[in-house]
C-alpha cells in the first residue's frame, strides 16, 4: 500500500494520504503534498522547524498542520522531506520537519500549492487509517 | 459520482436548467446552471451540480445557488459559482470567495498593430519575463518597510499610482476604482502580512500569466470604440493574477474562524469548506474588512504588473507608454463577495454577492461602471487558453434580473492538472505553440503543459451560451501572440 497517492481533480489536485496509525496519515499527507511542489530527494536534510498547531478536531488538525507547513514554505522559503509527529491528541499536534531553505540552483519547484482545503475533509479508518484532501494549486 | 441529480434537473431553456430544491434536504433555494446541452454531459461527469446544492444551504440565500458556464468541479462553491445572501440574515462564507482572494484581470490597450509587434515580440517577451517576477516562489522588486503594507492594504491600487506605479488615470478603469474602502488591515494576521510583503508585483504561477494578443475579431464596434479599440490587428495586454500568499492566508485564516462561527451560530452546512457567518456578526464583518484588504492588495499587484509592463514597451519602441497608448481599459475581480444593492421582487435590497470564478457584469447606465461606458456597459474580461483566444464582452440587463449582474470569467478546465502532465508534452506543447504564432516563457515546463489548450474547454462555447442566455453580450476576440506565466 503507497504511503500516498496523487488523484485527480479538475481545477486542483487531491491526495489520499494512508498508514498504519493517524501520525502515518498525517505524515504522508505533508510528504504528498510537498511531492507536489518539489521532488522530495532533493531536499537536503540541513535545518529543523518544531511545529504546534491547534484545532477544535482532527480532521481540522490535518489541514491546519498542511497549511502551517505551506506557510513556512511561502513565508520562510522552506521546503520539507521528513516530518515528525511528537503528540497527536484530538485538538493538539506537535512535530518537527526536516528539510532546508529553497535554492533555486539546486531545486526545480514544481507547483504552487496555494492551500489544503476543508472540501470533504474525511479521515478514515479502515484497513489501517486514511485521508482524503483537495489542494487548492 | 451519481448522476442522480440529473432526475431533480428541469430544463427552462436550452441554455438554463433548474436543480430543483428536493434534490437534497437542506437546499434553500434552487440552482440554476448555465450550459447547454453537450456542456451539461461535461458538468454531470463531476461533482459541480452537487456543489451548486451544497451552496443552497446557506442561510439567507436569495434567487438561486447559481453556476456560470464556465462551471468545474471546486472546492466548496463550484469554480463558476455565483450566490448572493441577504445582508440583514444571511451569511458570507470564504469559501464563496477562495483562496485566491481577487484574483482578476485587467486589460490594457494600445496604439500599436500585430505588424508593430511581430518583429520585436522575442525581446519583449524576455524583457517582461525579466521585469515581472513569474514563478512558483517568486519575490517581488518592491520593498515594503515598517508599516507600509497596511497602506497597501487600506488603498489597494492608489497605493501603486502614489508610489508612481501608474497613472491617476488607471485607477477609475478598475472595478471599485481599485480600492474597497471598508478594509481593515487590523483584521489581517501576520501570518498574511509576512507572505505578502515580499510577494508584491509578482504574477504567481499556475494559470497567471500576461499575454500580448492581437485584435481577431470585432462584433460591436461601437462598444469597442469606447474602449479604444479601433481596428483588428490591435495589440492588447491581459493580465491574470490575485493576492498571492496574502490572500491565502486570509482565507484559511477565516475558515477557521468560519468553522467555529458555524459551530457557535448553530448553521448547518453540508461541507466545511463553505463555513460561514452571519454577514453582519463579528465573524462576518472581520472577514469582509480583512477580504477587502487582500482584494487591495490584488489591485495593487496588478498595478505594479501594469506600471512594468508600460516601462518595457516604451524601453522596446523607444516611445513613452502615454505615446504608445498603452491605457487601462477595465480590470474585473473573479473571487470575490461585495455588498451589493440590488432588485429583488420589485424591492431594493442590500446583498452580499459572492463571486468564485465569476465577473460582475454591470449593465450601461448602472452607477458603479465608469463615465465614458455609461452608454456601453461594463467590460468584461473572459481570458480562454494561451493557444486560443480570449474575449471582451460587456454587462447586460438581463444579468442584473438574473445572476446579480454576473458571468462567465473564463473557460474552466477539462482536464485535471496530472491528466494533461499524462496525455500530453511539453514538446508538443511548444511546437502547437510555434505553429500557432504565440511567443512564451514560462518559468517552469510543468505549467507549460498544465495550462495546455487541450486541457481547457474552448472558451468560446463558455462566452457564446452566456451570450445567449443574456447575461453577457460579446465585444470583441482577441488571440494571443505572446504569453508570460509562473
Given amino acids: 500500500m503507497s504511503e500516498f497517492e496523487i488523484i485527480d481533480h479538475t481545477a486542483d489536485v487531491g491526495i489520499i494520504a494512508r498508514g498504519e496509525s493517524v501520525e502515518e496519515v498525517f505524515i504522508n499527507a505533508a510528504r504528498g503534498m510537498f511531492s507536489l511542489i518539489i521532488d522530495l530527494d532533493t531536499v537536503v536534510e540541513s535545518t529543523s522547524q518544531e511545529i504546534t498547531v491547534d484545532a477544535p478536531d482532527q480532521e481540522e488538525l490535518l489541514i491546519t498542520w498542511l497549511n502551517e507547513l505551506l506557510y513556512l514554505f511561502d513565508a520562510e522559503n522552506l521546503i520539507f522531506s521528513r516530518f515528525e509527529i511528537t503528540y497527536l491528541g484530538q485538538e493538539h499536534l506537535k512535530g518537527i520537519v526536516y528539510g532546508e531553505e529553497v535554492d533555486p540552483d539546486r531545486h526545480n519547484l514544481k507547483s504552487d500549492v496555494k492551500a489544503a482545503t476543508y472540501h470533504m475533509i474525511r479521515l478514515q479508518k479502515q484497513d489501517g487509517f486514511s485521508a482524503h484532501i483537495i489542494l487548492d494549486i | 459520482m451519481p448522476s442522480y441529480w440529473r432526475d431533480f434537473l428541469e430544463q427552462i431553456d436550452d441554455y438554463r436548467w433548474m436543480i430543483n430544491t428536493d434534490y437534497k434536504q437542506g437546499m434553500r433555494v434552487p440552482g440554476l446552471l448555465y450550459a447547454d446541452a453537450n456542456m451539461l454531459d461535461q458538468i454531470g461527469e463531476e461533482h459541480s451540480p452537487e456543489q451548486v446544492a451544497n451552496v443552497a444551504f446557506l442561510p439567507g440565500i436569495v434567487g438561486k445557488s447559481m453556476a456560470m458556464p464556465d462551471i468545474h468541479w471546486g472546492y466548496g462553491f463550484p469554480i463558476g459559482g455565483v450566490a448572493a445572501t441577504r445582508v440583514t440574515d444571511g451569511v458570507v462564507s470564504p469559501g464563496g470567495v477562495g483562496f485566491d482572494i481577487n484574483c482578476g484581470v485587467r486589460l490594457l490597450v494600445t496604439n500599436l498593430t500585430e505588424k508593430d509587434v511581430k518583429p520585436r515580440i522575442e525581446g519583449i517577451i524576455y524583457q517582461l519575463f525579466v521585469n515581472i517576477p513569474s514563478g512558483v516562489g517568486s519575490k517581488g522588486r518592491i520593498t515594503l518597510k515598517g508599516n507600509q503594507i497596511n497602506k497597501v492594504l487600506r488603498n489597494g491600487a492608489r497605493w501603486a499610482v502614489e508610489e508612481g506605479y501608474g497613472e491617476k488615470e488607471d485607477l477609475e478603469f478598475a472595478e471599485e476604482n481599485g480600492c474597497l474602502k471598508q478594509a481593515d488591515p487590523d483584521q489581517v494576521s501576520e501570518k498574511a502580512k509576512k507572505r505578502g510583503v515580499p510577494q508584491l508585483g509578482t504574477l504567481g504561477s499556475g494559470n497567471h500569466f500576461l499575454e500580448i494578443q492581437v485584435v481577431d475579431e470585432i462584433y460591436d464596434h461601437l462598444a469597442a470604440k469606447a474602449f479604444g479599440i479601433e481596428q483588428t490587428g490591435q495589440v492588447l495586454l491581459l493580465i491574470h493574477t490575485g493576492s498571492r500568499g496574502l490572500g491565502y492566508q486570509v482565507c484559511d485564516d477565516y475558515l477557521k474562524t468560519m468553522g467555529k462561527a458555524v459551530r457557535d451560530y448553530g448553521i448547518e452546512i453540508p461541507d466545511r469548506q463553505l463555513a460561514c457567518a452571519p ?145 500530453l508534452s511539453a514538446a508538443d506543447i511548444a511546437d502547437e505553440l510555434y505553429r500557432k504564432g504565440v511567443t512564451f ?46
Fill in chain 2, 441 to 486: 516563457k514560462v518559468a517552469s515546463k510543468s505549467s507549460l503543459v498544465e495550462e495546455a489548450s487541450q486541457a481547457y474547454k474552448d472558451v468560446a462555447e463558455v462566452i457564446n451560451v452566456a451570450e445567449r442566455a443574456g447575461i453577457s453580450r460579446k465585444v470583441l476576440k482577441a488571440r494571443p501572440i505572446g504569453v508570460i506565466k509562473g
Fill in chain 2, 279 to 423: 454577514v453582519k456578526s463579528p465573524e462576518g464583518q472581520a472577514y469582509l474588512a480583512a477580504m477587502n484588504c487582500a482584494a487591495n492588495y490584488a489591485w495593487a499587484n496588478r498595478q505594479c504588473i501594469t506600471h512594468w509592463t508600460r516601462q518595457t514597451f516604451s524601453n522596446v519602441f523607444g516611445q513613452s507608454a502615454r505615446e504608445l497608448g498603452l491605457r487601462l481599459v477595465y480590470d474585473v475581480a473573479h473571487n470575490i463577495a461585495k455588498i451589493e444593492d440590488h432588485e429583488l421582487d420589485g424591492k431594493k435590497v442590500s446583498l452580499c454577492v459572492h463571486r468564485k470564478g465569476a465577473t460582475r457584469a454591470f449593465p450601461a447606465g448602472h452607477p458603479e461602471i465608469p463615465a465614458a461606458y455609461q452608454n456601453i456597459g461594463q467590460p468584461v474580461l473572459v481570458p480562454g487558453d494561451m493557444g486560443r483566444y480570449s474575449y471582451l464582452a460587456v454587462g447586460t440587463e438581463k444579468a442584473m434580473e438574473e445572476t446579480f449582474g454576473s458571468t462567465c470569467h473564463g473557460a474552466g478546465r477539462v482536464l485535471s492538472r496530472s491528466a494533461a502532465k499524462r496525455e
